[in-house]
């Protein structure tokens, strides 16, 4: 489905001559070490004093603990974030540390005494503390210690995956950017960060070539760049063995291709707008590095599949922070994306729309260099004037949003979003899923859809809660954010059922000025049994004239089955009437209509615990059912929704 691959886009790149381009890469990555205060000086007053105000606080917190216990505890109980939380604080407060060591240049000898350099001096012992770990993967990941039945890492057999790429990067960029000032401070320390990437990650990612994270079965997902890309960053920062730097990229390029080769050429992602900044962005990124270093010979910039990939998350956004969250994807996005990234793509490309998106995220979040989105993408960031010149500038605030289009369609995914008013969150936004159960990342959600007013969604996906050690295992679906119960689609005698075989058929989008619509067979999602047919057609339906815009979603069966019941997630406040609902938060409130001569409608209220579920919809969401009083052996059912005004 994609048209051109990076080995293609190479070709004799790769060959002998590879040697050659990749000799001494370091100078031409674009972003220069500590020594050029030229390029560090002049990064804007506000971002420098946020970034010391930051390091201040961070040296004032004791250090984050990485113990054997915590680790354990995702084969005891489940829980895998009592050690990946503080594998993330960790890494977060080393990144912060190394940027203010960065920003003020600060450096002394190794036998000056006192706290003449604190940032610097914390930021060694953060590498050193990672440096002496056990392990850089996260418990759950780790087959090896599985398959031994232990619960304790083995230290001699490390396991590469997405903790052990976040820690080697980590090293790569600590290394690049302070590297003089390591030499003065720590001497000794760069060797040793040569060492332990070695031996945990470049060794096992050259010996070991059937990782299943590298995809080639065919079903590579965010892993792939993710890892990839941090290889990436080590083969050309710390390995000083040209012939094996000239390896490690051969190894990268062909193994970024199975990705490659998974995506949908209409530039989608099913594991969610999440997932598009730890998988997608990342391929962005490491084209980014490898025309750079290689210069002509390797850019592959212009694949035609990465303009589609690019604007994904515009394509994605409901309004402010929110998003459409498939998958995965939480709908809000955290404080930790490196916008930078689709601003300078968008920059080269000629998109404007998805600049001014980027720098739009940026300044909601506050942050044009999150150091928790990784060391590596805060240096480049922060490197780059433009980028903080645009996210810092006084203009006074814009309203505008030229990314936000009036209907965007993606057919491999079959995700529709359609909105009251082009480049504007006023008003109504539908969003519309078809697709099918053996997604990545899949909720058991064929047929769900999204409603928004003002931006702000009030008939919601929930997300994810806190990852656990059951998550992607058998027992994922015993999590209600996963089920089809909890989703906005259809109950017919049934709940959804996973496996690609599970899906939608006769998937149709249709639009014009006054109509977007979507218009799917649902049955094919359930199991076998009584129902033969379910047909959901979802329209927006603008406002012309005196009449207000709405929102149609019409669902007809076939098929006696023993009830039928149409499940609604809600957001906010609601109040309950008879063939009625409002649904209001923050200003913002929908209105929802049936024939109560057809249902019975009953709502509950969901309590939530997850702390990641809290931080999306505050304290409860609601759980709207409209059950038919006779479902017969055909039916049809319509439910609108409209602006509460």
């Not at 004037?385 to 289009?405: F, I, M, N, Q, Y």
């Not at 899906?503 to 799917?520: F, H, I, M, N, P």
Request: charged fraction near 25%; include cysteine.
């Amino acid at each position: 489905m994609t048209t051109g691959t990076l080995g293609a886009s190479f070709g004799p790149a790769l060959g002998p001559g590879l040697t050659r381009l990749l000799s001494d890469p370091a100078g031409r990555i674009g972003v220069p070490d500590v020594t050029h205060r030229k390029v560090w000086d002049a990064v804007p007053r506000r971002v420098r004093e946020r970034l010391a105000a930051d390091a201040r606080d961070e040296l004032a917190r004791p250090e984050p603990r990485l113990t054997a216990g915590a680790w354990a505890r995702a084969a005891r109980d489940g829980d895998r974030g009592a050690y990946e939380d503080r594998a993330w604080e960790l890494q977060e407060r080393v990144s912060r540390l190394v940027l203010a060591a960065v920003l003020s240049g600060e450096a002394a000898d190794a036998t000056a005494a006192g706290e003449v350099c604190p940032h610097l001096d914390a930021a060694v012992d953060g590498l050193v503390r990672f440096a002496e770990a056990s392990t850089w993967c996260w418990a759950p990941h780790d087959r090896f210690t599985a398959a031994r039945g232990e619960v304790v890492p083995d230290a001699d057999e490390p396991y590469l995956d997405l903790g052990a790429a976040e820690v080697a990067a980590l090293f790569a960029w600590a290394d690049h950017a302070l590297g003089p000032h390591l030499d003065r401070r720590a001497p000794g320390l760069r060797r040793r960060l040569r060492r332990e990437v070695d031996r945990r990650v470049l060794t096992p990612f050259e010996e070991v070539r059937d990782w299943r994270w590298i995809g080639a079965d065919g079903n590579a997902n965010n892993w792939n760049p993710w890892i990839h890309s941090a290889v990436l960053a080590c083969a050309l920062l710390l390995c000083e063995d040209e012939a094996r730097r000239a390896r490690l990229v051969r190894l990268v390029v062909a193994g970024l291709d199975h990705y490659m080769a998974a995506l949908p050429d209409d530039g989608g992602v099913d594991e969610g707008i999440a997932y598009w900044w730890a998988g997608a962005c990342r391929v962005l990124e490491v084209l980014d590095l490898l025309a750079g270093v290689g210069g002509p010979a390797l850019d592959a910039r212009g694949l035609p599949l990465l303009g589609e990939l690019l604007r994904y998350p515009q394509r994605m956004h409901l309004g402010g922070s929110w998003y459409v969250n498939v998958g995965d994807a939480p709908p809000r996005l955290s404080g930790d994306r490196p916008w930078h990234v689709p601003y300078r793509w968008g920059e080269r490309l000629g998109l404007a729309e998805t600049s001014a998106h980027a720098v739009a995220g940026a300044r909601q979040e506050g942050d044009p260099a999150p150091p928790r989105a990784g060391l590596g993408r805060a240096l480049t960031a922060l490197a780059d004037p433009r980028w903080c010149g645009a996210v810092t500038a006084g203009a006074a605030r814009d309203e505008s949003a030229p990314w936000l289009a009036g209907q965007v369609w993606l057919p491999r995914l079959e995700i529709l979003v359609a909105r009251q008013e082009t480049a504007s969150a006023r008003g109504l936004t539908v969003a519309v899923k078809a697709g099918h159960n053996g997604e990545h990342h899949n909720h058991l959600d064929v047929g769900t859809y999204w409603v928004a007013a003002d931006g702000r969604p009030l008939v919601v996906d929930a997300g994810r809660p806190r990852y656990t050690g059951q998550t992607f295992g058998p027992e994922r679906y015993a999590a209600w954010p996963f089920q089809s119960a909890w989703h906005n689609v259809p109950e017919p005698g049934d709940t959804q059922s996973p496996g690609r075989e599970f899906t939608a058929r006769e998937v149709t989008a249709s639009g014009d000025g006054g109509r977007s619509g979507l218009s799917a067979e649902l049955s094919g999602a359930y199991p076998d049994g009584p129902l033969s047919g379910w047909r959901r057609s979802v329209s927006l339906v603008r406002a012309t004239g005196e009449a207000p815009a709405y929102i149609d979603v019409r669902d007809a069966w076939r098929g006696r089955v023993p009830y039928v019941r149409l499940r609604h997630l809600l957001s906010g406040r609601v109040e309950l009437a008879d063939g009625l609902a409002r649904v209001t938060a923050e200003g913002a409130g929908v209105v929802m209509r049936w024939d109560s001569s057809l249902c019975d409608a009953s709502a509950e209220r969901l309590e939530l615990e997850d702390p990641l579920l809290r931080d999306s919809w505050g304290a409860f969401l609601t759980r709207l059912t409209l059950t038919v009083r006779d479902p017969g052996s055909a039916g049809e059912v319509t439910v609108r929704w409209e602006s509460a005004v």
